[in-house]
């Protein structure tokens, strides 16, 4: 029995490395996991820009999200089996009780009564993708100097990585 092909996921990314390290674990798992981002990655999505982003016309309701990604899985009025990701540096926030609230899994100025709070999943780098890339890299006494280069790299990685683990 084939089981339709819903969408379980949304990742909402900061930037155009999120950008296309989602991109990339999407493609590899084979899931259907659609992305929000700004231009394309081209302009950032900063921590405390989220509000903002999560009460637009995209996510102000439930039935406009639902029209916008109309493979997400509803009943009534609730999404069945779904996360919405947010990949966030955290390095670009002046405020540190935003930064805090993120890690704590809550979004600063949201709305206690907006609609898509129990959804939302953050994930983060303590400081910024880019300079975790980098400590790895400079581990491995490797000098890179450009982020396309950089997350090149990073994905050339995980891929042997990956090739190399046993389950």
């Known amino acids: 029995m084939n089981l339709p092909n819903y969408c379980r996921a949304l990742a909402i ?11 990339y674990v ?3 798992l084979r899931i259907n996991l659609p992305i929000y981002s700004e231009k394309r990655g081209r302009c950032s999505i900063q921590i405390n820009d989220l509000p903002r982003e999560l009460n637009n016309s995209v996510f102000k309701s439930r039935t406009c999200f639902l029209r916008n990604y109309p493979g997400v899985q509803h009943q009534k009025k609730r ?4 996360k919405i990701f947010t990949l966030m540096d955290l390095d670009d926030v002046n405020d540190q009780s935003i930064v805090n609230n993120y890690k704590d899994g809550h979004i600063s100025n949201l709305g206690s009564d907006h609609w898509i709070k129990p959804y939302l999943c953050p994930i ?8 975790v890339l980098k400590k790895l890299i400079g581990d491995m ?4 100097k450009t982020k396309k280069i950089i997350l090149k790299f990073f994905l050339y990685s995980m891929i042997r990585l990956l090739m190399t683990m046993t389950i």
């Open 13 to 23: 990314v900061h930037g155009k490395s999120e950008l296309n390290i989602v991109k």
């Open 26 to 28: 999407s493609s590899n």
């Open 79 to 82: 999404l069945i089996n779904f």
């Open 124 to 131: 983060f780098c303590d400081r910024n993708l880019e300079d």
């Open 141 to 144: 006494h490797i000098e890179i």
